[in-house]
């Protein structure tokens, strides 16, 4: 690397690529940094071009409060701003009870401010109504891995082992686009003889690089997996040994799979019973193989119990808790896995404890310096706190988030944001949802702070500083602490990552992620590859004794239950799983399947990304995909504007005709609001156990305009 830039990493997803920032004439200039390990160097365009949204041009640099008089947004100072977010929420506490007051963070935000926010809303607030957009993200995974192993880390391996197994099935993961230089993993898979499965509706450029591609109908997964898990049985090939040694609950699961016939399968799914056979002879030739999920799976109203077929199959073929096995979730955001261990989770404290165990709500109250039954209960999942906003909820404060694009009915989610009393918005842009709101606090971003993240492998990992944030501009942690501080609480919440590390370590000691035995002066060390979490400290008494700690300090853990799983009793648990259908099914009325997703060059829902030229003309806006087929059936012509309507709502984008999908289904990215936004059409049916609504399925018809 560059011997003047300073190394640091990427603000958007889960791979969190490392990077060297130079500031020149020319302004702030990525180089490569090879030696991290993740990535070695290679970076996608979204990286690459980070940096122009560090522009003043494109992002916010004073804080805009809305005028009573002419209801526009307009430029306040900071201490305006901060008294008139604290005159709101505190209006909402005396008036309508603390849990009048609703939080929403962001998987994107940083370990130390996830760990901040949950604090500020239990301990300042003192609401129980706090989510965060992760609820969207990876939710169904994180609770099938806890239901299985005990423990929800998205990757229990590091990326380098995937090319060492045998086989590798990635289920509704387009990662050829989604973490592009993750890739190579799968390339030296096949490179050293491994098989490469991909279960998508679409053939994607994933897809494309696959041995077999399996193309389900949207929302069948679940039926895919058990219908593999009765091959395997049908045809002898569970591992016996390691069902009686590592696992419990078999014989309930087995009996589940087995009504699960392959033509029945081939009948729910599409999924033709050759095909299921292959599958099944593949992964269960390889020595050694990997399930890795992904959004697809997912995100949908049965997403855990899927989650949970997949990791069956693990389990019954002896592919988990051994050496290049097992099963992973892949994480999406920035901070996807550390945005869902720190407390900004409705129903959890910091180092993944939970809020309703006693022992838990004591430990965390003691670093908090609070009484443990001031600390509230669980509140409401993301979904559920939005369509409360105007009913119980009268005021939100909103971080890293934006909802107005990115829930699921979105035009519900913006009416309700409407309805509120009060809306504040921390962000670096003015998004669609900061657009709504009666303070916008303009935040530095990424480049211009210092925290941690821990990226998809559980890696904790420095993100430096590199850069001076613009004039006018302050930390989410500088807001918090403003904040907290107008609502009584002067300590307690302070400004520099550091310090709140340091806490944040005493409050994950002895939790499942237990962050004690890492800091920020061992996280600088060699090329900042990151430490692993589990990493507890041998003793954290004196917090000062990082220095010294180094030698005798816990290595950290790349690789979990090798030995034994993180349930009570050690054993892995089958979750006896069956079939269910999606919530809603194509039928007379809307006949076609809408399925949701991303695109290479735009990122979530837009408001970084969407400010860059580059990216812009690479993908400059939405689009419905659809087979040949269907475009015949309905006279839709390449480029052509179609209509899509669900029973939420409508959405107007141009036709993009491709071979690439069933000719059941069409696909449209989400990253835009406006008329084309994906959005305004997807069904907030929740996940029963995750609360995870279902993106990535329901019915439409379209229309010719
Ligand atoms: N370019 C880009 N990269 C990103 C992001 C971004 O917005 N843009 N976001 C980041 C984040 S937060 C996340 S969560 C990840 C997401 O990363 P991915 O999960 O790879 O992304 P998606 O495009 O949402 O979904 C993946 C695939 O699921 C398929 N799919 C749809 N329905 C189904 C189904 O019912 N079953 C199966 N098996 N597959 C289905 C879609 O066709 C799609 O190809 O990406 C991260 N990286
Ligand atoms: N139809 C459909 N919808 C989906 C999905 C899908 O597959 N299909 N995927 C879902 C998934 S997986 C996800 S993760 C969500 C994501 O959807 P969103 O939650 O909307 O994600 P972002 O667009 O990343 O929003 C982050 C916001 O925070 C701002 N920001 C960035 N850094 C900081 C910071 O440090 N501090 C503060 N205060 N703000 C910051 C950004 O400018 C941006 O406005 O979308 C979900 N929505
Ligand atoms: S793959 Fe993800 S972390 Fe890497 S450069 Fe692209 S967006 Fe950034
Ligand atoms: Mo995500």
Redo the contacts with the bound molecule.
Sequence with gaps: MHSKATPTHCP????QCGMGLTSGPGGVEVVERPEFPVNGGAL?G?GRTAPAVLSSRVRLTEPLIRSHATGRLEPATWEEAIGRVADGLSRTRTEHGPDACGVFGG??LTNEKAYALGKFARVALGTSQIDYNGRF??SSAAAAGQRAFGLDRGLPFPLADVPRTGCVIL?????A????PALRYLTELKENGGKLIV????R?R??EQADLHLA??????LA?ALGLLHLVVAEGRTDEAFIAERTSGWEEARAAAMAHWPEYVERISGVAVPQLRDAVEMFCDAESAMVL????????SKGTDTVGAWINLCLATGNAGRPLAGYGC?????N?QGGREHGQKADQLPGYRKLTDPAARAHVAGVWGVDPDSLPGPGRSAYELLDALGGDIKSLLLMGSNPVVSAPRAAHVEERLRSLDFLAVADVVLSETAQLADVVLPVTQWAEETGTVTNLEGRVLLRRQAVTAPDGVRSDLDVLHGLAARLGHEKGFPTDPEEIFDELRRASAGGPADYSGISYARLKEGNGEGVFWPCPAEDLAPAEEEEEETDAAHPGTPRLFLDRFATEDGLARFVPVVHRAAAEEADAEYPVLL??????????S?AQ?RRVDELNSAAPGPFVELHPRLAARLRIEEGEPVTVVSRRGRAVAPARITGA?RSD?V?M???WPGEGRANSLTNPALDPVSRMPE???CAVRLERE
């Design positions: 958007y997803c889960a791979l996608c979204k998987g994107g993200c990876m289920v509704g993961s387009n990662l686009e989604t973490m592009p279960v998508d509706p679409r994607t994933t897809a389900p109908r949207p929302g069948t997964d895919l999920t992904a959004r697809g799976p997912e995100q949908q892949l994480t999406g955001q920035g996807g399925t949701t997703g991303r695109v290479l060059a735009q990122y979530q837009g990304t999908i289904t696909f990215p989400f990253h993106f990535k399925v």
